[in-house]
């Protein structure tokens, strides 16, 4: 069995479990924050600000960015070190997990999902800087730092053009 250096499961788990709390916490709204069927119906989502293009190039490099980020815990891990820091795996699962979180609520046209991809926007951002700052020459962080980059600028798109 693989020594985990840096965060042990229990902690991976807990922090997975986390964020699916916090997913579902998205889910059930106070009135005053959740969209009428009105206002669901004119949203950009349904052909307002945005094309259907642009929400799935956002879709598909959210979905590539989790993909990469995940890879990339894998990758952190087998370095130890500050790579392997339990603030550094949070962040680096945190941007997984909210960018799959947010790929499915565009997907499911959900009219909050400006709201996650503005936070998918900021935890990509997050991530990108603090892999940045460790990264030193090590170009094995370098594909999942310019992922972070390409998601935070497409989930920012699409929040400030729900938004507008």
Same mark, same amino acid.
């Given at each position: 069995?693989?020594?985990?250096?840096g965060?042990?499961?229990?902690?991976?788990?807990?922090?997975t479990?986390s964020?699916?709390?916090?997913?579902?916490?998205?889910?059930?709204?106070?009135?005053?924050d959740?969209m009428?069927?009105?206002?669901?119906?004119?949203?950009?989502?349904?052909?307002?600000?945005?094309?259907?293009? $642009?929400?799935?190039?956002?879709?598909? @490099? &959210? =979905?590539? %960015?989790h993909?990469? /980020? *995940?890879?990339t815990?894998?990758y #952190?891990?087998?370095?130890?070190?500050?790579?392997a820091t339990?603030?550094?795996?949070?962040l680096m699962t945190?941007?997984?997990q909210m960018?799959?979180?947010?790929?499915?609520?565009?997907?499911? $046209?959900?009219?909050?999902?400006?709201? @996650? &991809? =503005?936070? %998918?926007?900021e935890l /990509? *951002?997050q991530?990108?800087?603090? #892999?940045q700052e460790?990264?030193?020459?090590?170009?094995?962080?370098?594909?999942?730092?310019?992922?972070?980059?390409?998601?935070?600028?497409?989930?920012?798109?699409?929040?400030?053009?729900?938004?507008?």
């Open positions: 069995m693989p020594i985990i250096t965060i042990s499961r229990r902690a991976l788990l807990s922090t479990a964020l699916v709390a916090t997913g579902a916490s998205f889910m059930v709204l106070p009135n005053s959740a009428s069927s009105r206002e669901a119906e004119a949203s950009p989502v349904q052909g307002g600000h945005h094309t259907d293009d $642009e929400m799935k190039k956002c879709i598909q @490099l &959210c =979905r590539d %960015c993909a990469m /980020c *995940t890879e815990i894998t #952190c891990l087998k370095l130890g070190g500050r790579h339990a603030a550094h795996m949070r945190d941007c997984a960018c799959a979180t947010s790929a499915d609520y565009m997907i499911r $046209e959900s009219p909050v999902h400006a709201r @996650l &991809c =503005r936070l %998918c926007a /990509c *951002t991530c990108a800087n603090d #892999c460790i990264s030193g020459d090590d170009q094995g962080l370098q594909a999942c730092i310019e992922m972070c980059r390409k998601c935070a600028s497409a989930c920012e798109r699409m929040a400030s053009h729900v938004a507008a």
